[in-house]
Antibody, heavy 115, light 112 residues
C-alpha cells in the first residue's frame, strides 16, 4: 500500500528557511516523478515543483523558482523541498504527491510564514 | 502553461439530485501516446485531496459509481448522479498531458 508522509513544516519568519521531507513507501520510489503541491488557506491547489525519478530533471513554478530546491534520495525513498527566502505568500499546506497522474497524496504539512 | 478553466465556481445541490462540473482546456489534452490525461481530484473538508477519476473516465478504486467522467479533446465533465452528504467539498480537474501539469481553479460543491 502506497504511503506518503510529509514532515518539516512549521512557523518561520519572512526571509527564513525550512526543509520539507516526504517519506515514501509501498512502491518503487525511483520509478516515479514526484512533486510538491501546495494549498494556501482558502485557496486552490498549486503545483510547486516536480522531480524526475532519477533526479536529473526538475521543474519549478515561477513563484518559487530561485528560492526553492527539490531533491530526492532514492536509497532512502525520500523527497525533499528546501525552501529559502520564504515569503508570507508561501504560507500553505504542502503536499507530497506521486506524479502517476496524481494518484497518491500525503496528508500535508503546514508552513506558516509570519512575523 | 495550459490554463484549465473549471465551472461553476460554486455548486449548491439538493441531496439526491445530480451535479455536473465542467473543465475546459484551450488546447487538446490528447497526449502523443494517444491517451488523454485529464483527472479529477476531490478534497473533502479538512482532508487531503484524493484522485477520483483518471484519464477522463476511469474511476479510482473505492470511488462510488455515482461519479462519472466524460469528454474528449478540450471539454470534460465530472458528473455526480445523486449527490450525497459525503460529496461536499472541493473538486479540481488537473491535466497531466502538457508540462507543467495544471489544475483548474476548483468547484465547491455544497448542499442547499
Amino acid at each position: 500500500q502506497v504511503h506518503l508522509v510529509e514532515s518539516g513544516g512549521g512557523l518561520v519568519w519572512p526571509g527564513g528557511s525550512l526543509r520539507l521531507s516526504c517519506a515514501a513507501s509501498g512502491f518503487t520510489f525511483s520509478d516515479y516523478y514526484m512533486s510538491w503541491i501546495r494549498q494556501a488557506p482558502g485557496k486552490g491547489l498549486e503545483w510547486v515543483s516536480y522531480i524526475s525519478g532519477v533526479g536529473s530533471s526538475k521543474f519549478y513554478a515561477d513563484s518559487v523558482r530561485g528560492r526553492f530546491s527539490i531533491s530526492r534520495d532514492n536509497a532512502k525513498n525520500s523527497l525533499y523541498l528546501q525552501m529559502n527566502s520564504l515569503r508570507v505568500e508561501d504560507t500553505a499546506v504542502y503536499y507530497c504527491v506521486r506524479v502517476g497522474q496524481f494518484d497518491y497524496w500525503g496528508q500535508g504539512t503546514l508552513v506558516t510564514v509570519s512575523s | 502553461d495550459v490554463v484549465v478553466t473549471q465551472s461553476p465556481l460554486s455548486l449548491p445541490v439538493t441531496l439526491g439530485q445530480p451535479a455536473s462540473i465542467s473543465c475546459r482546456s484551450p488546447q487538446s489534452l490528447v497526449h502523443s501516446d494517444g491517451n488523454t490525461y485529464l483527472n479529477w481530484i476531490q478534497q473533502r473538508p479538512g482532508q487531503s485531496p484524493r484522485r477520483l477519476i483518471y484519464q477522463v473516465s476511469n474511476r479510482d478504486s473505492g470511488v462510488p459509481d455515482r461519479f462519472s467522467g466524460s469528454g474528449s479533446g478540450t471539454d470534460f465533465t465530472l458528473k455526480i448522479s445523486r449527490v450525497e452528504a459525503e460529496d461536499v467539498g472541493l473538486y479540481y480537474c488537473v491535466q497531466g498531458t502538457h508540462w507543467p501539469f495544471t489544475f483548474g481553479g476548483g468547484t465547491k460543491v455544497e448542499i442547499k
